[in-house]
């Protein structure tokens, strides 16, 4: 209940209404005046009046025909009616007045103390009036939340089930009748062990709530995943009841399946691909860092099977790379880790070894399997191939995943060069690469003062019409003498030197700043996406820089979108909720950046205030060819628009490509196929030229 209750007083003589004024100064309540009755008419059937104090002897209209019309309006039949007359008048006045619907009477000259008296008795039946009415309508709409699609349960504080909805009977099995006296834990799966639970009620009491996902056991004992909620119910400060919401998450818990089987691992062998195997790179290294041990990568590249691929066809190939990945997965031990990158070329991560000799080991007990003649059944034939290794080691040849991979891939045409079907050790101390990394950081620690960054503006267009509804802010460095350098070769370095907190600080506000001039030169407004990189997120306070930003530059909060990866979003799920959740009150959109290449939970995903998924490029490249890429780009379109986000897709440059997009219901999309990443007069031409042509 919000607002003060409101008192109309209905009388033609002014000094009579200030009388009455007078008398209720200081109730909590505010007073309105009519001087005739068509006015008292107008004014009760506008506004919800607590109590009307009601003149009987007015010209024109008297005080029962005001109080009889006012009987006859649905709106108004409830309002009380005090009427007040002449002490002189007779009794069937007054029965008059009880007809035409009087509450009460006051008789003139009017006494203070009674008149007070009866408004408060009236102010506090009107107030209880409306809490009523209040409770009523949370009554309804607690029984319509109750009977959602969402499971209910509420037990009491013994933990009992005391009530179920119709939902958690079709999601469980279990009727009412077989669910209430019973304790929850009649849907308990096994999977979970007491820490899981002790955890649980300790958020429950401590925190207030919990929620998070579980594994349960619906009656036919099938192990479900499901959305738990659960809210304890106080009264006066002690718990009296539980009250328990659960989505079924199966289909959630498929696709994300689906989409990580598809995005991780090689369809043909059923190996670890490329995304898998950087990512278990990172995590190696980070452990090297903690244990201080070593861990070797293995470039392998199979000598002779293109001959074989090409005399027996593609059938005969791919059942020669199925039996290398079984016998190259023979050859491991269960903690190493062995990836196809494509064609005949796979990768072996080998950690936690104790020298960098075991590599050497490893890597003859492959020749030597490899060495051995495979029968293709398909062809009946016996063919034979060879293997080149090459090999890096961690901290001897470098420190990242980049570094490694490339060191170990030098090592292996090393290894070719020396006659194939052997082994080679990455053997320079200090590459190129590593002295470029050196004068890299000294040039990029100024450059932001030196002017030497540009932004550039991919345009973002909506699917279905072909009209240019957003760009992506993109860093450009411009050096003097070196000239342009690709972001590819900076951005990994400046994550890692923090250096990227200052220059994504840059990139937004010099989008948002020339965003504004767009808007102010008379462009139409469109979303300007900027990437927020992890360690950026992490460590700097993004909230205050975003609202700092918005308000210098006047640009619209609405027409900016922070976009993220999926690791960044998931490294850290209480805080990234919380910055989330404040980034939206500011106004701001939230995108994924890159979507499928990460370990992000779609059941997770829906429980943080994003708007848009960006279906990462190399799902887009192999379009209309890689059937594993169209299965990927179709699970993220349904499975997206089911969670309510809009979905983009990256680097899309074929008409083939587009059509596939557009007839799965992709919203929106950026690439060559538009227009390349442009500086801001070129972006702003594009805009004029759209706003020209309509």
Known sequence: MTGKAKILIVDDNPNNRLAIRTILKGIDAELYEADNGFDALTMAIETEYALVLLDVQMPEMDGYEV?????????????????????????????????????????????????????????????????????NAALALAASVFESQQGIVISNADNIIVRVNKAFSEMT????????????????????????????????????????????????????????SITPVKNNGVITHYIGTMTDITEYKSAEAQIHQLAFYDSLTGLPNRRLLLERLQHGIEMCVRDNKLMTVMMLDLDNFKPVNDSLGHLAGDELLQQVAGRLLDCLRTADMIARLGGDEFTVLLENITHADDAAHVAENIITALSKPFYLVLEHKEVRIGVSIGISVYGQHGTTPQLLMDHA????????????????????????????????????????????????????VDIATDK?????????????????????????????????????????????????????????????????????????????????????????????????????????????????DNLRQLGVHIAIDDFGTG??????????????????????????????????????????HILGFKILAEGVETPEQLAFLLEKGCDNYQGYIKSKPVPAHEFARLLRDQQRDG
Not at 93 to 121: F, N
Request: aromatic share 10%; proline share 4%.
């Open 67 to 135: 109080c009889e019309q006012l009987r006859a309006d649905a709106r108004t039949a409830d309002t009380p009616v005090i009427f007040l007359t002449a002490a002189y008048k007779e009794n069937r006045d007054k029965m008059r007045g009880y007809s035409a619907g009087a509450t009460d009477y006051l008789t003139k000259p009017l006494d203070d103390h009674i008149l007070k008296a009866k408004v408060h008795v009236f102010l506090r039946l009107y107030w209880q009036y409306q809490q009523l009415q209040e409770n």
């Open 468 to 580: 240019i509804i957003g760009a992506e802010a993109l860093i450009r460095w411009q050096q003097p003498v070196e000239g342009f350098t690709s972001p590819g070769q900076f951005i990994g370095f400046a994550e890692e030197t923090g250096l990227i907190d200052i220059i994504g600080a840059w990139i937004l506000r010099e989008a948002c700043r020339q965003g504004r001039q767009w808007l102010d030169a008379g462009l139409p407004p469109l979303v300007l996406a900027v990437n927020v990189s992890p360690h950026q997120f992490r460590h700097s306070n993004i909230i205050s820089l975003v609202a700092d930003v918005l308000n210098d530059t006047r640009f619209p909060a609405h027409c900016l979108e922070l976009e993220l990866t999926e690791s960044g979003l998931m490294d850290n799920q209480d805080k990234t909720r919380f910055i989330l």
């Open 409 to 460: 891939d030098a090592a292996l045409y090393k290894a070719k060069d020396s006659g194939r079907n052997c082994f080679a050790y990455f053997s320079e101390d200090l590459t190129i690469a590593a002295r470029s990394r050196i004068e890299l950081e000294s040039r990029l620690r100024g450059v932001i003062e030196r002017e030497e960054l540009l932004v550039y503006y991919q345009p973002q």
């Open 599 to 640: 370990y992000s939970s779609l059941a997770y995903l829906k429980h943080f205030p994003i708007t848009t998924l960006k279906i990462d490029k190399s799902f887009i490249d192999d379009i209309p060819y890689q059937q594993d890429d169209m299965a990927i780009a179709s699970t993220i379109i349904a499975m997206g």
């Open 173 to 228: 099995s279990y009727s009412a009748e077989e669910a209430i006296g019973k304790n929850p834990s009649i849907l308990k799966s096994g999977r979970h062990d007491t820490d899981f639970y002790r955890a649980m009620w300790q958020s429950i009491h401590n925190l207030g709530a919990w929620q998070g996902e579980i594994w349960n056991r619906r009656k036919n004992g099938e192990i479900y995943p499901e959305w738990l």
